[in-house]
Structure formats: structure tokens, C-alpha cells
């Protein structure tokens, strides 16, 4: 079965530090994998998505993320963190079921502080 | 485009009530998808469709109930309420070519 486990309820980071969030999956297919954002009171946002044709991706806000298949990672990174990123981060993987739904970690809470 | 649209923002049931949650899309994308989201537990899929007429059950189906009679239109019934079912919940969907979901705002639900 497919799924996806993302390391730490809650990640605590100055301002300007560099951010790392880890993600591991575990999927007997390739996988296509995401990262989604959620600010206080809303609904999700794409950060970026693994779909094969290139490990290390770049998304919206100055994130990315490197897929390791010998690791099963896709830890998302940002080099100099903003008060502005303080939210919920979500780590996913395409079901090879389910009509393609997603299956989600457990989320990660990033705060900032100044 | 609005893209993905719910209501309501929020409600607040007894237990044993009955309501509709709404989801509408207008990006034309066959493929919809019900979530709920619980503190700590990431999103867990309720239903999908794949297309107008087509549903099927997702990880944590009990309870709900869903039709897709149009392709833009995706509600999700609840037919007794129970204070297991306070959650938040998002509708998505995508197109078929692509793998991104787009999701909604979200309903958040308490039932007392």
C-alpha cells in the first residue's frame, strides 16, 4: 500500500534560516509527489509536484524539493525563511487507486519566528 | 474562472441532522474528489468520481453519501449527523491530463 510520512508535527525556524521539511514515501509504482501549503483558515495551495522528469524541483515562494529514490525522500527546503511561511505543509502521493486521489501525510506545522 | 467553490464556510449540525455539502467546479475536470481534514491527521478521501454518473467509495466512506449527475456538481449528503463527522472538508478536482487538484475553500463542520 502506498503512503507517505512526514517527519516532525511541528518545525520551529528563524527568520532568514534555512527550512527543511522531510518527507518519506513508500510506493510500489513511481510515484508523483507533492507538496501542498495551507495558510490558517483555507483551503490548499500546490507548492510543487515530482511527476519523473527532473529530481530536484522548484516551486512557488522560493521552495524545492530533491526526490531520492534510494532514500524514498522528497524533503522540501527553503534557503532563508519568511514570516510569511508560517502554515501547515502537506506531503502527497498519487494513488494508484482510487481514481488517482491523493494520500496525505500528517502535515507539518512551520512556524517562524523574528 | 472561480475554480473550486463549497458552501457553506461553516455550519453547525445536531446530532442526527441531515445536510448537503456543496462543491462546484468550472474548470470542466472530469475527476472530483471529497476530503476530510482532522488535526494531526493529514486528509483522508471520503469519495471520488471519475465523471458525470460514475462514484466511488475512498478510505472513510461511512456516513456520507455523494451523486455526480452534472460534471461541475459534487455534493456530499450526510443523513445523520454524528459528533465523529466534525471536520473540516475539501472538495477538489482535476482534469484528466494532469495530475494537480485544485481545491476548494473548505467546509468546517462541528456536530453537537
Known amino acids: 500500500a502506498q503512503s507517505v510520512t512526514q517527519l516532525g508535527s511541528h518545525v520551529s525556524v528563524s527568520e532568514g534560516a534555512l527550512v527543511l521539511l522531510r518527507c518519506n514515501y513508500s510506493?510500489?509504482?513511481?510515484?508523483?509527489l507533492f507538496w501542498y501549503v495551507q495558510y490558517p483558515n483555507q483551503g490548499l495551495q500546490l507548492l510543487l509536484k515530482?511527476?519523473?522528469?527532473?529530481?530536484l524541483v522548484k516551486g512557488i515562494n522560493g521552495f524545492e524539493a530533491e526526490f531520492k529514490k534510494s532514500e524514498t525522500s522528497f524533503h522540501l527546503t527553503k534557503p532563508s525563511a519568511h514570516m510569511s511561511d508560517a502554515a501547515e505543509y502537506f506531503c502527497a502521493v498519487i494513488s494508484n487507486q482510487a481514481g488517482t486521489a491523493l494520500i496525505f501525510g500528517k502535515g507539518t506545522t512551520l512556524s517562524v519566528s523574528s | 474562472n472561480a475554480g473550486v467553490t463549497q458552501t457553506p464556510k461553516f455550519r453547525i449540525l445536531k446530532i442526527g441532522q441531515s445536510m448537503t455539502l456543496q462543491c462546484t467546479q468550472d474548470m470542466n475536470h472530469n475527476y472530483m474528489y471529497w476530503y476530510r481534514q482532522d488535526p494531526g491527521m493529514g486528509l483522508k478521501l471520503i469519495y471520488y468520481?471519475?465523471?458525470?454518473?460514475?462514484?466511488d467509495k475512498g478510505e472513510v466512506p461511512n456516513g456520507y453519501n455523494v451523486s455526480r449527475s452534472t460534471t461541475e456538481d459534487f455534493p456530499l449528503r450526510l443523513e445523520l449527523a454524528a459528533p465523529s463527522q466534525t471536520s473540516v472538508y475539501f472538495c477538489?478536482?482535476?482534469?484528466?491530463?494532469?495530475?494537480?487538484?485544485?481545491f476548494g475553500p473548505g467546509t468546517r463542520l462541528t456536530v453537537l
Open positions: 468520481s471519475v465523471g458525470a454518473g460514475i462514484t
Open positions: 510506493s510500489s509504482v513511481p510515484p508523483y
Open positions: 515530482y511527476t519523473s522528469a527532473a529530481t
Open positions: 477538489a478536482s482535476r482534469i484528466d491530463s494532469n495530475n494537480e487538484q485544485f
